[in-house]
């Protein structure tokens, strides 16, 4: 049977429900602490924060599947689901015996497969009768899903975009408001934190962190507003496990199984999402594919980072979250141009690392990142966000590994996002004019020093 | 049977042959006219700017289907079929008992329709041993697509790009780029008639007439270089047939079968493209549907145009074609923001148009385009091109008709790109600059002026 280029699954096909990989999880969970008291979090504590079902989400470490709303499968079913790609070009120009596949979430709008858990999320605000929710974006993916989300759903949207970022991707910001939401540069004069920033350093560019501070502010200040958020937590891999169900669903309408499977992480959405059928049978003890997480050499939390409870923002207002690290006050080089600036990792991908189950973490320049996304580009058709290219990197890597080996391993890798927003860094790389930037020992020391004391 | 959101063919029911209307339409062909002898350009004319295959497209009258090359064909399996939408959530918004579909090309990273062509194009370029092509873009999904196929196909890709809408769309020239393009902004120094343009006027930002000049130029100047089109021409719309017959093979996998064909229309590669195969039936005497051409109000062409001989571009170096036409001195306003500004209209939708079998031509304000944009974009998730947009609001007036009557038509238009280069113009209208500008019979007289004078 011949592989096509793209496998579609039918609409019927996509998955009903969402699967949580902590339940089958074979370890103790380490809970996300209250910073003031350090104890576990609750439900209380999370709850004017967070709409109710996705506490229940985050908290809940017991049921394998959470079945997937009507309304939500409906939006799902305007582009999903995604094709999985098997990419023929790319294997002849490689002259390698490795069969290569990619799942492709960049299709949407937004852009990139945050749109999964954005809808998700922005669904249950509006049945909890919420007016609207608040966020922060950096690069501006999280933001343009969040935007398309609510306006779906006719709730509001308010995102504080990192002040450099909306000036640096000013049509980030406008696709954000064609969809309805309201765009505020962070540090603003709209809050309590913005304000008291803004004095300290009137002319800061903003940071992610400051943004985190200002949307919790915001959400826990106007009634009928919650903060959400679409990374690094719990619920947003229940939710993004809708991408790997796929794709495994796809591969064995063609008795394909992966033999190496790759994706990029940041805050490990994408590859968590990707990897989760997949990892359920490495932990069952089945027969499973060889992962790769791949991060960039400007922010290795993975690579050089430390396994410990820290905050997941800069500002310091959050829980503390079990994962690996660089300290929250560590900040990628300025001239970072791909994406994944998270200096912490989803705590769910941080204890599968930790035990052994996600296999390797491999740390790359952005210069070898963008030198394959333009290779990608020209021979796939398709041009990948940065971040994505991370995972392009890896999987290119590979099959030439194979080529000299002469093995024929199927590699599967997540393309996560398309590249039409990032023309600027693109331009940067082909001017010449971006350069690597691998953080000292003594930069990484500094981001450890912050790290909270807690004994476990 | 449930109709799924996405209607998908297989790669084997990718179309193995174009089709060439001109063989089918019962009409005398009114031939291109060399302009300075007003005899009917012949190959020989034709074959120093174009490649020698695309001049026998061109002047092809006899052949219904032209095999589509198995090089092309691989290509277009990278993202083709292109999905065929039912906009459920649309009919819902709109409460209209009509059923509503949309054919979308904008998947592609090139964003647009317009790749359907371009890879033909550089294929048969690299076939006759050229060493690259040369071509204008204004808005720049042409351009785009063009740098993507001969990116693919390894030849050269000189762009002139309208140097106010270089300066506009910098991110346009950045993922050209990328593909290996050479994108210099028209009115330039390296070619004689950018020297001379620039003499008389140092400060103009240039025109799309003034970059045909110049690419044409260099092709004709430069050993192993040809001149390439993206629209208008007989050789475009041949390829785009294909848009066309994968509707049809979708529709018919449901029983469906449209009653109204909407499509915008700018120079009509889209909409020539998307109604082929149900024109051919109109032709046959068949039942057909009724064909809408949309074009916008501040380049009226078919509505308010002549059908009369003209130069297909402003700088008059192309031979003259039987069109409608508002003069090839007319320049839409500048704050036309779009898209659809070429002054003339491909000779065979005007002939289809003349002779009553495109049905209706109709213009609409950018304000109402906009609207439509906006609003399709929260129903339905997708952001689209200012281009397709007209063909949206149409669909939109034709649905709430629907629900004004109580009856139940099926209404396909062609959805020809994305917006995600376009969000400047999103900006403007969500700023409420935006304006309306319809030009006065005065203005419409001066470019009638023009015309050249060919007895028939």
């Known amino acids: 049977m011949k592989i096509p280029y793209k496998i579609y699954l039918s609409e019927e096909e996509i998955p009903k429900a969402w699967y949580n990989i902590r339940a089958d999880m074979k370890t103790d969970h380490r809970p996300m602490l209250n910073p003031a008291t350090l104890k576990p979090v609750t439900a209380e504590d999370l709850s004017p924060v967070f709409c109710d079902e996705l506490v229940k989400q985050e908290l809940n470490d017991k049921d394998r599947f959470i079945e997937i709303p009507e309304e939500i499968r409906d939006f799902y079913k305007m582009y999903r689901p995604s094709p999985l790609v098997r990419a023929y070009c790319l294997e002849k120009a490689l002259n390698t015996p490795a069969k290569i596949y990619y799942k492709y979430e960049g299709g949407n709008t937004s852009g990139s497969h945050k749109l999964n858990s954005a809808i998700a999320q922005a669904y249950y605000a509006k049945k909890q009768g919420m007016i609207g929710v608040t966020t922060e974006t950096g690069a ?196 970072h141009a791909g994406g994944l600036r998270f200096h912490g990792m989803s705590p769910i991908l941080s204890q599968l690392y930790h035990d052994g189950y996600l296999d390797e973490a491999r740390a790359v320049g952005q210069l070898q990142i963008f030198e394959a996304a333009v290779m990608f580009a020209r021979i796939e058709g398709l041009l990948p966000a940065p971040e994505s290219a991370h995972a392009i990197r890896v999987a290119i890597d590979e099959a030439l590994k194979c080529k000299e080996t002469g093995k024929e391993k199927t590699i599967l890798f997540g393309l996560s996002g398309m590249g039409n927003y990032d023309i600027g860094a693109y331009m940067q790389y082909n001017s010449g004019s971006l350069q690597d930037y691998i953080p000292t020992d003594e930069d990484l020391e500094k981001g450890f020093a912050c790290l909270p004391n807690v004994e476990e």
């Open 140 to 335: 501006g993916q999280w933001g343009t899903a969040l935007a398309m989300a609510c306006g779906y759903f006719g709730i509001d949207c308010k995102v504080f975009m990192v002040k450099v970022s909306s000036e640096q991707k000013p049509y980030r910001k406008g696709v954000m408001e064609t969809y309805g939401a309201t765009v505020t540069p962070s540090p603003s004069d709209t809050t309590n934190i913005g304000r008291k920033i803004l004095k300290e350093n009137p002319n800061t560019g903003g940071s992610l962190g400051c943004a985190i501070s200002e949307a919790v502010e915001v959400a826990v200040s106007t009634k009928g507003y919650r903060y959400v958020l679409g990374s690094v937590l719990n619920q947003v891999l229940i939710h993004q496990s809708i991408i790997g169900f796929e794709t495994k669903a796809a591969l064995e309408k063609y008795d394909e199984y992966p033999d190496i499977i790759i994706g990029c992480a940041g805050g490990g959405s994408n590859l968590g999402g990707l990897m989760a059928p997949f990892m359920a049978e490495k932990i069952a003890g089945k027969k499973a594919p060889y992962f790769i997480a791949v991060e960039p050499a400007s922010c290795p939390s993975m690579t050089r980072g430390r396994f410990a409870y820290d905050f997941c923002d800069t500002g310091m207002v959050t829980p503390l979250a079990k994962m690996y690290t660089l300290g929250s006050s560590f900040i990628p080089a300025p001239n």
